[in-house]
């Protein structure tokens, strides 16, 4: 399984991106609670793209809350 590519994240709209953060972080708790009722084996490979995924998600959500910052203080200073 390759690891999630960072322009998919680009193309969710601002609501789209927010579930998307919410249920990836449920998956990376649903994977720990089965890591630790041994109900997960082999496939420790799982929380590396989990992670990864978390890790562009917010990436891309805070990019945009900093265009949004930056574009917003040029029109008060025009």
Do not use: G, W, Y
């Amino acid at each position: 399984m390759a690891l999630p590519k960072i322009e998919d994240v680009r193309k969710l709209n601002d609501e789209e991106l927010a579930e998307e953060i919410l249920a990836t972080k449920r998956k990376l708790f649903d994977l720990r609670f089965q890591q630790a009722t041994r109900q997960l084996e082999n496939q420790n490979h799982q929380f590396k793209h989990t992670r990864h995924r978390i890790a562009q998600l917010l990436t891309v959500e805070r990019e945009r809350q900093l265009n949004i910052n930056q574009t917003s203080s040029t029109t008060e200073e025009a």
